[in-house]
């Protein structure tokens, strides 16, 4: 059983990125696997300011929804990213999503080859 982070970056709920998420969801579950789903659409999620504070051993000087988010991304197997297409690419949602990883990120001292 896999543990998944399932995140929506649509600001209209229940609209088709969203539902497409939750046939996603259904099937997953249905294969026994633990599935959380994250509207950002109701979230305030800043996108990274490069002030550089988590660098140097703090936590992200931004206080907001992504903070709380942290554990569920750290705990998760899998993480699904659901998007409608915005001048051809992902929502502004999920890009600053994406850009807090960086408060997150962790030195791999045996990287792949």
């Known amino acids: 059983m896999k543990n998944i982070l399932v995140v929506v970056g649509s600001g209209r709920k229940n609209g ?3 539902q ?4 996603f969801i ?4 249905e294969a026994g696997h633990h599935v959380k ?5 109701n979230k305030t999620i800043n996108g990274c300011i490069g002030c550089n504070a988590c660098r140097y051993g ?7 929804d992504f903070n709380e988010l942290i554990p ?3 705990s998760c197997d899998l993480l699904v990213f659901a998007s409608p297409l915005f001048f051809w690419t992902i929502s ?5 999503f994406i850009e807090r990883f960086y408060c997150i ?3 791999d001292s045996n990287p792949p080859l």
Do not use: H, R
């Open 16 to 18: 088709n990125t969203e």
């Open 20 to 23: 497409l998420a939750d046939s």
């Open 26 to 29: 259904k099937g997953a579950e």
């Open 37 to 41: 789903k994250v509207f950002l659409g």
């Open 58 to 64: 703090k936590p992200c000087i931004q206080k907001d």
């Open 72 to 74: 569920d991304i750290k």
């Open 92 to 96: 502004a949602k999920i890009k600053a």
């Open 105 to 107: 990120a962790e030195e």
